[in-house]
């Protein structure tokens, strides 16, 4: 039996409406991993309402399915034919998420579910999220993630923005035929960045030989580099790699976690909240990792404000380890449908925003101009 967070003891609060709204906001440059481009988010949100308390949770999955097997049409039916009625049904978060695990699998659906409960709480109790969680205030680390570009000059000069914005971290997609010589030609100019790559499983271990050419330049890890189902495969390459691997997408639960460190499938683990099933099961991860001396750091999925902010929450977990992929918001968006936009202090750390809960605020008239749908649920 996991152990129980303290959290899941507290009562659910009473729900007087639940709402999907679903946004699509342009993005300010299209995003190219190996596996898709896309050009704008579109977003599953739920809206929470308790009395006079609304919160908000964000499902990360893309309409399509080219990241992962959720989508947005997925986790809507999830959500509201299954999850939804257990919400109803439970007396407290503890209750609620042992009977979320009879639904196998839809982590994104049911960190949606979860995260907007847990934020109804921190604000009906009046405090920050982080502060319910059980973490003191820290400024968080900034990461960038830069999708493929069409030339070398063009990453060489995202890269350059991002140095001069200070960020900790600097992520690089890559795909076959976009990788040794533009990672080369990165390192090249920027020697002292702290530089990683992120694959999304476009390689397989027929490719070891041209993956360890990675082994010179230097960098933090590579992501995912195999299979987003694997962990076997990964075991025999960081074998055969000086440069740690990251994995992402192949780790859905602790168990996962626990499997990839004993088989030393990774050095280091990317937890996105919203793909693992929601802040408590992030938060056990993270606590394994660091009690095995794994390195963890907070993935985005190009979320809203309303996701960004609940990741930077996340972040003061103290397991969290390594810069997350937590940028500026207007690395992505022109306008989010949330203020305060996240922004970089002079070096490069983020504050957290203050207030009960998200510590955010909608703007009504963003919201509307970038919805594209509504459903009453409850």
């Given at each position: 039996m996991k152990p129980l967070h303290p959290l899941e003891q507290e009562p659910l609060p009473p729900i007087d409406r639940m709402d999907f709204i679903t946004v699509r906001l342009p993005f300010v440059h299209a995003f190219g991993t190996s596996v898709q481009t896309w050009t704008n988010k579109e977003a599953l949100l739920l809206r929470v309402a308790s009395g006079s308390e609304v919160a908000w949770g964000e499902c990360v999955a893309d309409p399509d399915p080219y990241y992962a097997y959720e989508t947005t049409q997925t986790a809507r039916h999830i959500i509201k034919d299954f999850l939804l009625p257990v919400v109803e049904q439970s007396r407290t978060l503890g209750d609620l998420l042992v009977a979320f695990r009879h639904v196998r699998g839809h982590g994104m659906a049911k960190a949606t579910v979860e995260n907007a409960l847990i934020v109804l709480m921190a604000q009906r109790h009046g405090v920050a999220l982080h502060t319910l969680l059980g973490y003191p205030a820290r400024k968080i680390m900034s990461g960038i993630s830069i999708g493929l570009r069409e030339t070398p000059d063009e990453l060489l000069d995202a890269v350059?923005?991002?140095?001069?914005?200070?960020?900790?971290?600097?992520?690089?997609?890559?795909?076959?035929?976009?990788?040794?010589?533009?990672?080369?030609?990165?390192?090249?100019?920027?020697?002292?960045?702290?530089?990683?790559?992120?694959?999304?499983?476009?390689?397989?271990?027929?490719?070891?030989?041209?993956?360890?050419?990675?082994?010179?330049?230097?960098?933090?890890?590579?992501?995912?580099?195999?299979?987003?189902?694997?962990?076997?495969?990964?075991?025999?390459?960081?074998?055969?790699?000086?440069?740690?691997?990251?994995?992402?997408?192949?780790?859905?639960?602790?168990?996962?976690?626990?499997?990839?460190?004993?088989?030393?499938?990774?050095?280091?683990?990317?937890?996105?909240?919203?793909?693992?099933?929601?802040?408590?099961?992030?938060?056990?991860?993270?606590?394994?990792?660091?009690?095995?001396?794994?390195?963890?750091?907070?993935?985005?999925?190009?979320?809203?404000?309303?996701?960004?902010?609940?990741?930077?929450?996340?972040?003061?977990?103290?397991?969290?380890?390594?810069?997350?992929?937590?940028?500026?918001?207007?690395?992505?968006?022109?306008?989010?449908?949330?203020?305060?936009?996240?922004?970089?202090?002079?070096?490069?750390?983020?504050?957290?925003?203050?207030?009960?809960?998200?510590?955010?605020?909608?703007?009504?008239?963003?919201?509307?101009?970038?919805?594209?749908?509504?459903?009453?649920?409850?």
């Amino acid at each position: 039996m996991k152990p129980l967070h303290p959290l899941e003891q507290e009562p659910l609060p009473p729900i007087d409406r639940m709402d999907f709204i679903t946004v699509r906001l342009p993005f300010v440059h299209a995003f190219g991993t190996s596996v898709q481009t896309w050009t704008n988010k579109e977003a599953l949100l739920l809206r929470v309402a308790s009395g006079s308390e609304v919160a908000w949770g964000e499902c990360v999955a893309d309409p399509d399915p080219y990241y992962a097997y959720e989508t947005t049409q997925t986790a809507r039916h999830i959500i509201k034919d299954f999850l939804l009625p257990v919400v109803e049904q439970s007396r407290t978060l503890g209750d609620l998420l042992v009977a979320f695990r009879h639904v196998r699998g839809h982590g994104m659906a049911k960190a949606t579910v979860e995260n907007a409960l847990i934020v109804l709480m921190a604000q009906r109790h009046g405090v920050a999220l982080h502060t319910l969680l059980g973490y003191p205030a820290r400024k968080i680390m900034s990461g960038i993630s830069i999708g493929l570009r069409e030339t070398p000059d063009e990453l060489l000069d995202a890269v350059h923005a991002a140095v001069q914005k200070r960020y900790h971290r600097v992520k690089m997609k890559i795909k076959k035929g976009k990788d040794v010589e533009w990672v080369a030609r990165v390192r090249d100019r920027f020697a002292d960045v702290r530089l990683m790559v992120d694959a999304n499983g476009g390689y397989t271990l027929d490719d070891t030989d041209h993956l360890k050419k990675l082994d010179a330049f230097d960098l933090m890890m590579i992501e995912q580099p195999l299979s987003y189902s694997d962990i076997v495969q990964h075991a025999t390459l960081q074998k055969q790699m000086r440069t740690p691997l990251c994995l992402d997408e192949s780790i859905l639960t602790v168990d996962d976690a626990r499997a990839a460190i004993d088989l030393g499938a990774c050095r280091i683990l990317n937890i996105k909240q919203g793909r693992v099933g929601g802040l408590l099961e992030s938060i056990r991860m993270a606590a394994l990792a660091a009690e095995r001396g794994i390195e963890v750091w907070s993935g985005g999925m190009d979320e809203t404000g309303i996701g960004r902010a609940l990741n930077i929450h996340l972040q003061t977990a103290p397991s969290f380890t390594l810069p997350g992929d937590t940028s500026e918001t207007s690395n992505y968006f022109h306008e989010d449908i949330a203020d305060p936009p996240v922004v970089l202090d002079e070096n490069g750390f983020i504050a957290i925003p203050t207030g009960p809960g998200l510590g955010i605020t909608l703007d009504p008239h963003r919201l509307e101009r970038y919805t594209i749908a509504r459903e009453h649920i409850r």
